[in-house]
């Protein structure tokens, strides 16, 4: 399972504060703002593409849905190292943007990634 694999890199790049989903019924963690950045640069250096993600909001002990997502499919005859390096461009433009667009405290966000 992808969650599994995202934990893996998450822990050997350091990343150690990530929320487990699993009380919602969801089977993946979700990341602080900077430790979400961070995890972009990671899956990048290891040639993981990012196929998307969904928001969560941090509500004192809580975590609720925010609806909001973003995705980024390939490309007919993109390359497998090109399509990471923009699947995770766009990552990292709507975690920053949704960060500063929006008037939200905690945000957290959760990937969805392909294979290595």
């Known amino acids: 399972m992808y969650k599994?694999?995202?934990?893996?890199i998450a822990t050997e790049a350091n990343i150690s504060k990530y929320f487990s989903l699993e009380e919602m019924g969801i089977d993946n963690y979700a990341f602080p703002y900077q430790q979400a950045i961070l995890l972009v640069d990671v899956l990048r250096q290891s040639?993981?593409?990012i196929l998307g993600g969904d928001v969560y909001l941090k509500?004192?002990?809580?975590i609720e849905i925010s609806y909001d997502?973003?995705?980024c499919d390939?490309?007919?005859n993109e390359r497998d190292g090109v399509f990471v390096n923009r699947s995770c461009d766009v990552a990292e433009t709507f975690i920053k943007e949704y960060k500063r667009?929006?008037?939200?405290k905690e945000p957290l966000f959760a990937f969805v990634i392909g294979e290595q």
């Open 101 to 104: 667009k929006n008037n939200v």
């Open 59 to 62: 509500l004192g002990y809580s």
């Open 74 to 76: 390939k490309k007919e």
């Open 4 to 8: 599994d694999i995202i934990i893996k």
């Open 69 to 71: 997502n973003w995705y």
């Open 47 to 49: 040639n993981v593409p």
